[in-house]
């Protein structure tokens, strides 16, 4: 399933058609946004949550989460993909995304400006396992 809709249906059903919300209402609605599954979109990308990775289109490229320790490693592959021929900008916009619902790059990788590091593995792996958003 498309994840951002996903997400977007939670918080709709939350606000039950009100143009605004309590901070109380989006934090319960917050906590029940699941943790990306197996075969979740973005656009054109699919997570493979058994090989911790994204995957463009019907395979045409791989993008390997578990090498995303730094925000220098997580930069490169944002590059590396807005350079392709085949990449448009939607699908770089999309892997962006992705990598924020997956990672939560600025809380884990570079908050504050600061370089961070982390184990992308054990990360991945526990959301995964629990379900529970990052």
């Known amino acids: 399933m498309d994840y951002p809709a996903k ?3 939670i918080f709709e059903k939350a606000s039950a058609g009100r143009t605004l919300m309590t901070a109380s209402g ?3 609605a917050a906590a029940e946004v699941p943790y990306p599954a197996q075969g979740d979109q ?4 699919k997570f493979d949550a058994e090989r911790l990775a994204l995957v463009f289109g019907n395979g045409e490229y791989e993008v390997d989460l578990e090498n995303m320790n730094s925000s220098a ?3 490169d ?4 993909i807005s350079n392709k021929s085949w990449a448009t900008r939607k699908d770089v916009g999309d892997l962006v995304q992705a990598l924020q ?3 939560s ?3 884990n990788l570079c908050s504050m400006g600061a370089e961070k590091h ?4 054990k990360f991945l792996r526990e959301h995964i396992r629990t379900g529970k958003a990052a």
Request: no cysteine; glycine share 8%.
């Open 7 to 9: 997400v977007n249906q």
């Open 26 to 28: 989006l934090e319960r």
């Open 42 to 45: 973005w656009g054109k990308w």
């Open 73 to 75: 490693q997580m930069l």
């Open 77 to 80: 592959w944002i590059f590396q």
């Open 101 to 103: 619902d997956l990672l």
């Open 105 to 107: 790059p600025q809380g």
């Open 118 to 121: 982390l184990d992308a593995t």
